[in-house]
Structure formats: C-alpha cells, structure tokens
C-alpha cells in the first residue's frame, strides 16, 4: 500500500515536469516563429 502511494508520488511529479516541459516548448516554439 506504502509502495503504491510511493509510485504515485513519483508519476505526478514526472506528470508535472512533463507539462512544464510542453509548456516551455510552447513559449519558445512561438518565440521562434515571430
């Protein structure tokens, strides 16, 4: 049960990298174009 919210941590952390990831990619993406 411990091991499960241990790895749930883990993925929502990932999750959360992931999209700030995405998000600069946007920015910069549309920084480019201009």
């Known amino acids: 049960?411990?091991?499960l919210a241990?790895?749930?941590r883990l993925?929502?952390?990932a999750?959360?990298?992931?999209n700030n990831f995405i998000s600069y990619?946007?920015?910069t993406e549309?920084?480019?174009k201009k």
């Open 1 to 3: 049960d411990n091991e």
């Open 6 to 8: 241990e790895v749930n």
């Open 11 to 13: 993925a929502d952390v």
């Open 15 to 18: 999750w959360k990298r992931i």
């Open 25 to 27: 990619l946007n920015k």
């Open 30 to 32: 549309k920084r480019s």
